[in-house]
């Protein structure tokens, strides 16, 4: 009896460590590029194969992921001289819905806090909007000039680019506000890397500057064509959305520049990638070596 068990047990393992493999590779570092020029959004594997995720948007721009795996996307368009908006939310399997509309601004941007509120930040209208999970909004900050890129660092505190003004605002949980750097050129994406640096994007420039928690920066990259949108992967390579050509770009940590996807990717815009989630990789960890062992 106890040797059936054992049999039962080591096969209910195996089944379940080969489901763990082939659903993991469906999701694990996938890349997300929002298209501007075309109204979808491609999504890429870590090893570069393409396809379409969603599609027919009106002027899709920033993306984001929620903490349950939903896609975020803002969509914009110009109506009797006014730009409207709105941000569409889809799921894993590109089913989209309306999150909201009527938004009056441009929006752009967007980011999560840790307890799920979505910002989104609007570049007409010099805003950042706060919305719940339902849908209804808020002013969070407002007066600002050409906001387009918005992200979180792991305090809290929210980094806002004024890409009309060259400058980077920083906002506490209340929405006060402080310059956190001057001087860019068109300052557009941000992103932070795992150890607390953050990157932007120099649209005009052409560049990617890297900060420390002071403000004091450095350039990392250059030679981009008019980049947009960037992200980091698991293992730390960021990727830029290139508009000027329409391409998109990976980047070592080191700063050395490869293109990632020439095809594709028409206006690209917003980058988000969706990568394992650890209690996976712990999962597949312990099954990769019960296989091992079982196998031995």
């Known amino acids: ?44 594997c870590s090893g570069g194969k393409s396809s379409t995720f969603a599609s027919g948007m009106d002027g899709p721009e920033g993306l984001a992921f929620d903490s349950s795996g939903s896609l975020y996307v803002t969509c914009f368009y110009l109506e009797e001289s006014r730009y409207l908006g709105e941000v569409r939310r889809f799921d894993s399997s590109g089913n989209g819905s309306v999150f909201a509309s009527g938004l009056i601004g441009h929006p752009s941007g967007l980011a999560f806090d840790s307890s799920g509120y979505l910002y989104v930040a609007m570049a007409i209208s010099g805003e950042i909007e706060k919305f719940d999970s339902s849908g209804n909004w808020s002013t969070f900050a407002s007066g600002l000039s050409g906001p387009k890129g918005v992200a979180f660092d792991s305090s809290g505190y929210l980094y806002v680019t004024n890409s009309w003004g060259g400058t980077i605002e920083k906002f506490d949980s209340s929405g006060n506000g402080t310059n956190f750097a001057s001087g860019l050129d068109s300052p557009c994406g941000l992103a932070f890397d795992s150890s607390g640096y953050l990157y932007v994007t120099n649209e005009l420039g052409g560049t990617i500057e890297k900060f420390d928690s002071s403000g004091n920066s450095s350039i990392f990259a250059s030679g981009l064509n008019y980049p947009w949108g960037l992200e980091f992967d698991s293992s730390g390579y960021l990727y830029v959305a290139n508009n000027g050509d329409s ?31 650890p209690s996976t990789l712990l999962l597949l960890g312990l099954g990769g070596l019960l296989l091992r062992k079982r196998r031995a």
């Open 1 to 44: 009896m106890k040797k059936n068990h054992h049999k039962f047990y080591m096969a209910f393992i195996v089944v379940t460590v080969h489901l763990l493999l082939a659903s993991a590779g469906s999701y694990a570092d996938n890349i997300y590029v929002s298209c501007f020029g075309s109204g979808k959004i491609t999504k890429f």
């Open 247 to 277: 391409s998109v770009v990976k980047i070592d940590p080191r700063g050395n520049k490869s293109v990632f996807a020439s095809s594709g990717v028409s206006g690209p815009e917003g980058i988000a990638i969706q990568v394992p989630d």
